[in-house]
């Protein structure tokens, strides 16, 4: 009986390795895989079926072949229409829409590009037939008599495929073929003559000849020969991945531009969220010795989408980690190098996959907190929070919509008012993004459509800024600066968060002591440095601001920023705290409509700060009519749109002493 389940077994393992066979003769694999397929189909030959090694090999073969190693969307170069698309989806955002049409414009120039053939012989009749047959493909064609004029020709232009003689006189072609390939590598060399041999033809193959035409030739063969060695150049130097990273605020789109981007290319699109990743196999798998064994996750979601080519976002890099078992961000430095990725090894697969194709988008809320390494590797374009304009043209054409439609109303049941959506987007959120905006209108909309249902008609409700407070109750947030007066010793900043811009009070207080300066409110070494330095300044030129040299002798100041249980930290914060010192010293109120930012040096100068977008939507939520900034950043403040300063002052300058009389109220 075991003899008969015995063959029974070993026939089933020869259909299946049998089916293997097939299969992977079919696969077209890559040149570099189609072997390892063949040699581990070799080894399960061998293996028992009931053994736990044939069913890591099958698995193994199987996920070989599940690969899209030859499969690539063709994008969809229309640039009118993937300018629609992107404006349907997205409002604003023109910095960011326009890189993504450059990038297809480069793509549709590159596609209608005249390819440029250079034809090298020594025999004029051969090198007119050639010219002629390509001439007529509608190819520009340049010829040349011997090796040396061939080259001095590659020297003055770029040429896409190099057709030579192997005899030529004192530079063979086979001297030639090596010059080509040293000099200029992405260029194909294809070898036609009428001395082939076996050898001299695997001589040129190793050398690196894209292929051997002897004479006689048929003329389809050429013509076949030339496109398919120019493709092989087009798709190495024109599908070279393109590396983003957008960076900014939470709920300003950066994920849902990603989608809108890929859907305007006509590719696929996958999300990998990074937050939290600490584990090096993650990104490139576990090698195939363990139990379990899977390939990384960029393998995974590119088997998932089944391109070789997708979008694919790498969500909340900022956000990775690391630990004992490895350190993630220095994986994906081979994934995210264009240099580097056409040959990624996933541990699990063990042979090179070829990423050049895919177009990376990274997300971050912070570029500093990146590693540097990797912010060296992509084009970083920074999303800016969201003005009080292009938020009320969002909700009313975006969200509002939405909401009405997901809640099971109809358009005609429920109309916001501008002054209802403004109302919300004053005293109900307060963010640089839209998410917050969103879940209000919605819970509005829940309301409405709860009583839809007790009042059991369609009835039309208008929402106003009176009926805003029976549905959301009373406000949340406060105007903080033209609800308060100027005071002594508290002097307004502005700062950025991972969250967007943001307003901070720094007050400071002097007492009897021994010259101690006391600093809290959660302030990191960076904040605490500039109050060292910002004290520092003002002792040393306390006689340019009247005040007593010896004023440190016989007191402490006390120096504290509220909302101590958030930690804060940050290079903008210097001229703040020297105000509020300042203000303090000379008993001179500083003016709560005044917001600063900069970094303070010991001798006064200020010196330029980051966010300057942020900080300034930050301060017109805050009411804030007036802001200091340092003279270095003239260039940030040239680039805001004039919706965004229509309602602020800015004053830019380069030491403390000039904004004293800006700041302080003079007695």
């Known amino acids: 009986m075991g003899f008969f389940n015995k063959k029974n077994t070993d026939k089933e393992q020869d259909q299946v390795l049998a089916e293997l066979r097939q299969r992977i003769e079919n696969a077209h694999l890559p040149p570099v895989v189609a072997p390892v397929a063949v040699q581990e189909l070799e ?155 076996v050898q001299s033809a695997i001589d040129a193959m190793k050398r690196g000849a894209f292929h051997y035409i002897t004479k006689p030739y048929k003329l389809d063969e050429v013509r076949e020969t030339v496109r398919q060695a120019l493709e092989k150049r087009s798709l190495a130097t024109g599908s070279r991945g393109t590396v983003l990273c957008f960076a900014g605020p939470p709920g300003t789109g950066k994920t849902s531009l990603g989608r809108s981007i890929a859907l305007a290319l006509g590719r696929n699109f996958a999300r990998i969220s990074l937050g939290g990743v600490k584990d090096e196999a993650d990104i490139r798998g ?50 995210l190098d264009p240099e580097q990725n056409r040959a990624f090894t996933d541990h699990y697969l063990d042979v090179p996959f070829d990423l050049s194709g895919v177009m990376f988008i990274v997300t971050a809320n912070v570029v500093e907190a990146m590693p540097g390494p990797l912010r060296d590797r992509m084009e970083v374009i920074e999303f800016s929070g969201y003005a009080l304009e292009d ?71 208008t929402v106003t800024p009176a009926e805003l407070e029976r549905f959301l109750g009373r406000k949340k947030y406060h105007v903080d600066v033209v609800e308060e007066t100027d005071r002594i010793g508290v002097a307004t900043g502005l700062v950025r968060t991972e969250a967007g811009g943001d307003i901070i009070f720094v007050e400071a207080v002097a007492m009897k002591g021994k010259k101690e300066l006391i600093i809290t409110g959660s302030l990191g070494d960076v904040m605490r440095e500039s109050a060292q330095a910002a004290l520092s300044y003002i002792r040393s030129n306390a006689r340019t601001f009247a005040i007593p040299e010896d004023f440190f002798e016989n007191q402490d100041i006390h120096i504290h920023v509220p909302s101590g249980a958030i930690q804060k930290d940050g290079p903008s914060a210097g001229i703040t705290i020297a105000v509020a010192i300042l203000s303090l010293l000379t008993s001179r109120p500083a003016r709560r409509d005044v917001a600063l930012s900069g970094e303070i040096t010991l001798t006064g100068r200020l010196l330029p700060v980051a966010g300057v977008r942020e900080k300034v939507l930050a301060a017109r939520r805050a009411g804030v009519r007036t802001i200091v900034l340092p003279l270095k950043n003239r260039s940030d403040v040239d680039e805001l749109p004039a919706a965004v300063r229509s309602d602020i002052t800015i004053i830019l300058a380069d030491t403390v002493a000039e904004i004293v009389p800006q700041v302080l109220v003079q007695q």
């Not at 997205?90 to 450059?102: D, N, P, S, T, W």
């Not at 064994?293 to 694919?312: F, T």
């Not at 969103?438 to 249902?453: D, F, G, N």
Request: glycine letters at 6%; a neutral charge; aromatic letters at 4%.
């Open 286 to 335: 576990h090698r195939r010795t363990y139990t379990g064994a899977r390939p990384g996750r960029i393998i995974e979601e590119i088997r998932r989408v089944g391109s070789a080519n997708p979008v694919l976002m790498l969500d909340e890099l900022d956000k990775i980690g690391s630990d004992f078992k490895g350190d993630p961000a220095s994986a994906l430095l081979e994934v």
């Open 391 to 461: 938020k009320l043209e969002i909700a009313s054409r975006f969200l509002v919509p939405k909401q009405v439609r997901e809640k099971g109303l109809s358009p005609d049941q429920v109309v916001f008012t501008q002054a209802a959506l403004e109302h919300v987007i004053r005293e109900h959120t307060r963010e640089a993004g839209i998410r917050g905006l969103e879940r209000q209108i919605a819970m509005v909309c829940r309301k409405l459509a709860k009583e839809s249902l007790g009042s059991g008609g369609r009835k039309s409700v």
């Open 43 to 197: 080894v399960l030959s061998k293996i028992g079926p009931s053994s736990a090694e044939f069913s890591i090999g099958l698995t193994y073969i199987d996920y070989l072949l599940s690969l899209p190693w030859n499969h690539r969307t063709e994008d969809n170069l229309d640039i009118v229409r993937a300018e629609r698309v992107l404006n349907e989806h997205h409002f604003g955002l023109e910095l960011i829409k326009e890189r993504v049409l450059e990038h297809l414009a480069v793509k549709v120039l590159r596609m209608n590009r005249q390819a440029r053939i250079l034809v090298i012989d020594d025999e004029e009749i051969a090198r007119k037939n050639l010219s002629h047959i390509l001439t007529r493909e509608h190819y520009e064609v340049v010829t040349a008599a011997d090796a040396e004029s061939g080259l001095q020709a590659l020297e003055t232009g770029e040429f896409d495929v190099v057709l030579t003689d192997l005899r030529m006189g004192p530079v063979s072609g086979m001297d030639l073929l090596e010059s080509v390939k040293k000099r200029f590598p992405e260029t194909r060399v294809i070898i036609v003559t009428g001395f082939a041999t």
